[in-house]
C-alpha cells in the first residue's frame, strides 16, 4: 500500500497520519518495521465519532483508550501493520522521540511537539508499524523561529517557564482558580499558537482531555 491509500484508511476512521519516518535501530521501533506513521485524531470529525462510540457510552474507565486499541488495532489488522499505543506500558514507546524523526513536529518555545499544520494541539492515538518501506512527506522546517512566541506568555501561572513544564502548579490552578477558562476551553498556552488557529479542537473535546488531566494522581486542590 502507498502512503496516500494509507492516509485514506485512517481518514475513515477519524483519525490523521501525523507524520512518519524510517527507524533505524536506535529508534526501539519494533522488529522488522521500515516504516513507522503515527496516528492522531482527525479534528474535524475525531470528536463526533468518539463521542458515540460505545466505550464512551458504557460507562467504564479510559473510555478513548479503548476506543483508540480497538479501531487502530482492527485497521492493523487490515493493512498488515503492527499497532503501538503511548497509553501501554511499561515500558512506553518513545511516542516524543519518534514525533521528532518524522520532520513535520519540533519543539516549541513551551517544549511542547508543535505540528506543521495542528500547532500545539499534537496528540497521539497510537502508530503503525509497517515492514514495508513507503515514501513519506517531505519534512517541514519549524514555524517557531519566525513567531512571536505568543504560546510562551499565555499560561496565567507561568507553569512552562521553568526547565520542565510544572504540572502541578498548572493542575492547581485549575482545580481552585481557573476552572471556567481552562477546562472548559482548553490549554490557554496551546490555543495561542497561530498555527492551525482556525482548527481547534471542539470545546467539548478540550474539556474531556482537562477532567482527564485534572483526574491524575498529581492533580491536587488546596
Not at 86 to 96: S, V
Request: one cysteine or more.
Amino acid at each position: 500500500m502507498t502512503f496516500e491509500d494509507i492516509r485514506t484508511e485512517v481518514q475513515s476512521i477519524s483519525l490523521k497520519i501525523m507524520g512518519g519516518f524510517h527507524p533505524v535501530a536506535e529508534d526501539h521501533a519494533p522488529e522488522n518495521c521500515s516504516t513507522l506513521l503515527l496516528i492522531g485524531p482527525d479534528e474535524s470529525n475525531f470528536w463526533h465519532q468518539f463521542k458515540n462510540s460505545l466505550e464512551m457510552q458504557d460507562g467504564q474507565s479510559n473510555p478513548m483508550d479503548r476506543w483508540s486499541e480497538r479501531v487502530i488495532t482492527s485497521l492493523a489488522r487490515k493493512i498488515n501493520a503492527k499497532p503501538i499505543f503511548p497509553f501501554q506500558g511499561p515500558t512506553y514507546a518513545p511516542f516524543f522521540q519518534w514525533a521528532l524523526k518524522t520532520g513535520l513536529m519540533h519543539v516549541s518555545p513551551i517544549r511542547l511537539l508543535v505540528h506543521n499544520q495542528t500547532g500545539l494541539f499534537v496528540s497521539f492515538r497510537g502508530a503503525l508499524a509497517l515492514e514495508s518501506e513507503i515514501q513519506l512527506p517531505k519534512p517541514s522546517p519549524s514555524p517557531c523561529p519566525a513567531c512571536a512566541a505568543p504560546c510562551a506568555s499565555a499560561c496565567p501561572v507561568s507553569a512552562f517557564e521553568g526547565e520542565f513544564y510544572d504540572v502541578e502548579v498548572c493542575q492547581s490552578h485549575v482545580l481552585t482558580l481557573d476552572a471556567e477558562r481552562c477546562v472548559d476551553k482548553g490549554c490557554a498556552a496551546r490555543r495561542q499558537c497561530p498555527v492551525g488557529k482556525d482548527r481547534f479542537r471542539n470545546l467539548e473535546q478540550s474539556s474531556f482531555h482537562m477532567q482527564a488531566f485534572l483526574s491524575s494522581p498529581t492533580a491536587k486542590s488546596d
